[in-house]
C-alpha cells in the first residue's frame, strides 16, 4: 500500500488504538505521533511542564489543548512527509481544527479516522485488567503469556497497572471520551473521511478489518 497518506485511530479507552498504530506502522512504514506516550515520558521528568502535565493525567483529565499543539507542533516539524498515524489525537473539536490547520501549514493530507467501536462495558474490563511492562512498555490482557505470573514474557521485568487504569480514573477517561473525544467522528464523518471498524474481536481480526476498509476507501 502507497503511503501517502494520514491517519487518526480513534476509539474508547481499551479499543486497542495503540497496538493497532503499531501494526500499521509496521506493514506500511508509517511514523506514529502519540500525546499519550510523550505525555507519560514528560511526567517522568521532575519539570515544571512534567508535573502541570501530571495534574491533569492521574486525574484522567484531558491535557490542556495548548500543550498538546506544541507537543504535536514539535513531532511534525521533525516529519517532512506524509504517512503519519495520530494514535488518540484529536481528542476535542478544538484539536481537531489544530490538527487540521497544522497539516495545511505543512502541505500534508488531510487525516483519514480509523475508528474503532467497541462497547463501554468491554472498554472497562479490558483496561481495568491490563498490565504493562515498565521496561518495553509491551501490553498485557489476562490471555498473554506472562500474565499469571506477573512478568514481561520479552523482558522479564514485574508488569504492572498503569497508574490511570484504576477505575475511579478510567470511569472519568471514559466520560470525556463519550462526551468530547466522540464528536471527532462525526465531524470527520461529515467530511467523508471515516473508517468504522468493530474493535471487539481479537487483534488480528481488527487489523486484517483495517486493512480491507483502507484498501477499499482507497477504491471509491
Ligand atoms: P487512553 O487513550 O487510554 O486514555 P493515552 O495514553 O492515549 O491513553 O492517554 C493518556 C492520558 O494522556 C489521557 O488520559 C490524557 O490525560 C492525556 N492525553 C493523551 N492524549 C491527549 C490529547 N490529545 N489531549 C489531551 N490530553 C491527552
New binding site residues.
Given amino acids: 500500500m502507497d503511503k501517502n497518506f494520514n491517519l487518526i485511530i480513534l476509539g474508547p479507552?481499551?479499543s486497542g488504538?495503540?497496538t493497532q498504530a503499531e501494526l500499521l506502522a509496521k506493514k506500511i512504514n508509517m511514523k506514529i505521533i502519540?500525546?499519550?506516550?510523550i505525555?507519560?515520558k514528560k511526567v517522568k521528568g521532575s519539570t515544571l511542564l512534567g508535573r502541570k502535565i501530571k495534574e491533569?493525567?492521574e486525574k484522567?483529565?484531558?491535557?490542556?489543548?495548548d500543550i498538546?499543539k506544541k507537543l504535536v507542533l514539535k513531532k511534525l516539524e521533525k516529519i517532512k512527509k506524509d504517512g503519519i498515524i495520530f494514535?488518540?489525537?484529536?481528542?476535542?473539536i478544538r484539536?481537531a481544527k489544530i490538527l487540521e490547520d497544522f497539516l495545511k501549514k505543512f502541505h500534508f493530507r488531510q487525516p483519514i479516522l480509523i475508528y474503532l467501536k467497541i462497547s463501554r462495558k468491554l472498554a472497562i474490563s479490558r483496561?481495568t485488567t491490563r498490565r504493562i511492562c515498565p521496561k518495553c512498555k509491551e501490553k498485557f490482557y489476562p490471555k498473554s503469556k506472562g500474565y499469571k505470573k506477573g512478568i514481561c514474557s520479552k523482558c522479564n521485568a514485574r508488569i504492572v497497572s498503569r497508574k490511570?487504569d484504576k477505575p475511579k480514573i478510567v470511569k472519568r477517561?471514559l466520560e470525556i471520551y463519550f462526551s468530547q473525544t466522540k464528536k471527532i467522528i462525526d465531524y470527520y464523518k461529515k467530511q467523508g473521511r471515516l473508517i468504522k471498524i468493530d474493535g471487539e474481536p481479537k487483534l488480528e481480526e481488527v487489523f486484517h478489518q483495517i486493512l480491507g476498509k483502507l484498501n477499499d476507501y482507497f477504491k471509491k
Fill in positions: 479507552q481499551g488504538k495503540g502519540a500525546p499519550g506516550e505525555l507519560r491533569y493525567s484522567g483529565e484531558l491535557v490542556p489543548d498538546i494514535d488518540a489525537f484529536p481528542r476535542n484539536q483496561i490511570d477517561r
